[in-house]
């Protein structure tokens, strides 16, 4: 039988947090009966020598706003978290057990037994966790992720109005937007709009282009040099694209402050 994806996220079984004391004593649950009737799964990465106390208050709120009576009883719940324990700086190592334990206790979800390092390490370069940043990924009833930086908008939605805050259609954010057109883009397009919107543009294939002109080097500021090299090159294959597919545009948005 096929392994479901909750496995191979997470492994075979969950420590639960609730039955977590100071003399280690805990109960493990198999995995998929814990998240195969959560609607959403928040995969919260935390580190066992940093406090984030007002994160977790934060998290443990929503968890209960959300899931509401269903937190307890074999009912479908909203929310489920998997906290996943690392620890940021390793040549500050110091007793990770101990810590590990204790940063999970009196929490209502479940996590990552300790000794699973290899899947710890595994789940936190798929999501590409940085070292000291406690970070919450939003998955899926499927596993597809919604969110790789939740804990983003937690601090900004802390009653969870918006959750599970799935990222706005592009359509909608740029609705209104009024777009610069390049030095040749109404020579190319022949159009005599003046301002361009992304409504004006039809309907194909859009690439986005996040790039900066310029870099402050030494107080002084040039042209950045990645980008100089690469932007004459994308321009070449954007006009060759162009005359397969007529739509195709480039929308390129600029990092420059």
Avoid at 34 to 58: P, R
Avoid at 93 to 105: C, I, K, M, P, V
Wanted: hydrophobic fraction near 40%; aromatic fraction near 12%; include cysteine.
């Amino acid at each position: 039988m096929a392994q479901k994806w909750q496995e191979r996220f997470f492994g075979k079984t969950l420590l639960d947090c609730k039955t977590l004391t100071k003399t280690e004593e805990h109960q493990t649950l198999l995995t998929v009966d814990v998240l195969y009737k959560a609607e959403i799964v928040g995969v919260y990465f935390s580190f066992a020598n940093m406090q984030s106390d007002d994160f977790i208050k934060k998290l443990k709120d929503l968890y209960e706003r959300i899931n509401g009576s269903g937190i307890s009883g074999n009912s479908v719940k909203k929310l489920e978290v998997v906290q996943v324990v690392l620890w940021a700086h390793n040549d500050v190592y110091s007793d990770f057990e101990t810590s590990h334990r204790d940063s999970l206790l009196n929490l209502p979800w479940f996590a990552i037994p300790y000794n699973e390092i290899e899947l710890k390490t595994r789940l936190s370069r798929r999501y590409r966790i940085k070292s000291g940043v406690p970070t919450l990924v939003l998955l899926d009833k499927d596993g597809g992720t919604i969110s790789a930086a939740a804990q983003e908008r937690l601090l900004e939605d802390p009653a969870g109005a918006s959750f599970p805050w799935r990222p706005r259609p592009v359509e909608q954010v740029l609705k209104d937007v009024v777009l610069q057109p390049g030095g040749l883009y109404m020579k190319e397009h022949q159009t005599s709009l003046n301002d361009v919107t992304y409504t004006d543009i039809p309907a194909g294939v859009k690439g986005f282009y996040f790039s900066a002109h310029w870099v402050s080097v030494s107080l002084t500021f040039s042209f950045c040099p990645p980008c100089k090299a690469f932007t004459p090159q994308l321009a070449e294959v954007y006009r060759l694209v162009r005359k397969r597919e007529p739509t195709f545009e480039i929308i390129f948005v600029s990092s420059d402050r």
